[in-house]
């Protein structure tokens, strides 16, 4: 292993001789995590270079209209892979979270092209770009790709969703000038933030509607420490047949309260296995918070994963969390 980062913008090259590429990212994939991959393999498919996508997942409800089934596998276990010369880990901070798992890049004679904006990525692969300052692992592709070649419009429109789902199209302080104009880069290639955001933010079903009201309904203040949290048990997942990515930017919501400092949601998506989403408007540095049970992130959009029954979980974790940030002077 390398362990350190590229500077060069040689992608395309060394793609090209590392075909053919398996494509992966990290389990239960966001909207830019999606955008990524899919942006990457239509990019490919357009230069003729040969690419699958691994995902060990169906995607959640709002990206079905845009991307079908037949354009990735679906495996938990992807056993041999030594067809591949190359794998694309995307918006991944380390390999344990994608289904790759405990492969080692020394330990297989293929090449890790790992591309990711996460300050907490442990540089796993051959190949490392890793920009924190990239909003997105979209934007960050646009620019490493954005040089002779054509960028074909599927992965104009795949990046722009990757930049805005992450970005909460364009609000979070993470879009900058910078990328703003990539953004109007991929608007002139022909990718449209209003068919984006139609497809995918308003694109909910019944059940993902009553996801959000149930767990905007039994939300929690807890204003001495400008802490407000959620939690949704697993029998609301099973009752209403949805999946854990169905709830994506569900904790943002909880941004919109007026003292919040700090936004909680805890999902039990399995019986006993609590998945936590953490959201900071600017001063608690959350990447650092779940970086104590393991997880990790960006300073203002962390999360993190634990056994155990909520309702004990729940209140040790809360603990913890008041202690580290202290009650809120404002
Ligand atoms: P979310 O709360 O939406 O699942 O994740 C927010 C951000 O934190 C994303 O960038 C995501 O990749 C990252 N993240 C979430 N869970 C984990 C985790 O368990 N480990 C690490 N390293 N990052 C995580
Ligand atoms: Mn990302």
Redesign the pocket.
């Known amino acids: 292993m390398k362990s350190i980062k590229e500077t060069s913008n040689t992608l395309f090259v060394l793609l090209k001789k590392h075909t053919p590429l398996l494509i992966v990212t ?1 389990e ?1 994939p ?1 909207g830019d995590a999606i955008g990524a991959v899919f942006g990457l393999k239509a990019f490919l498919n357009y230069h003729s270079l040969s690419s699958t996508v691994l995902l060990n997942t169906s995607l959640p409800l709002a990206y079905e209209n845009l991307i079908s089934k037949e354009e990735y596998e679906n495996l938990a276990n992807p056993g041999d892979l030594s067809e591949y010369k190359g794998i694309v880990v995307l ?1 991944s ?2 390999i344990s ?1 994608t289904v790759l798992k405990e492969f080692t890049s020394s330990s297989k004679n293929t090449a890790i092209f790992n591309i990711d904006h ?1 300050v ?1 990525n442990d540089l796993f692969g051959d190949y490392n770009w890793v920009e924190p300052w990239w909003s997105s692992t979209c934007e960050g592709l646009v620019r490493l790709l954005k040089g002779e070649q054509v960028l074909p419009k599927e992965t104009a429109k795949l990046f722009l969703m990757g930049i805005l789902t992450d970005t909460g199209y364009l609000t979070f302080s993470a879009a900058g000038p910078d990328t703003l104009e990539i953004v109007t880069h991929l608007f002139k290639i022909g990718a449209s933030i209003s068919e984006i955001h139609r497809a995918v933010k308003e694109n909910m079903n019944k059940n993902q509607l009553k996801l959000w009201g149930y767990a905007i309904y039994n939300c929690q203040y807890e204003d001495e420490y400008g802490i407000i949290w959620s939690a949704i048990p697993n029998q609301v997942y099973s009752t209403l047949q949805v999946k854990e990515g169905d709830s ?1 930017g569900l ?1 943002e919501f909880f941004r919109r309260y007026r003292n919040c400092r700090l936004a909680l949601l805890f999902r039990e998506v399995e019986p006993s296995k609590l998945r936590v ?1 953490l959201r900071s408007k600017g001063e608690v540095d959350v990447n650092t918070l ?1 970086s104590i049970w393991g ?4 300073p203002r ?5 634990v056994s155990g029954e909520v309702s004990t979980v729940l209140n040790e974790i809360l603990n913890i969390i008041k202690g580290k940030i202290g009650v809120w002077n404002h």
């Open positions: 990290h239960n966001d918006d901070a380390n979270r996460h907490s994506e904790v989403s779940a997880g990790g992130g960006h959009a962390a999360g993190f994963t």
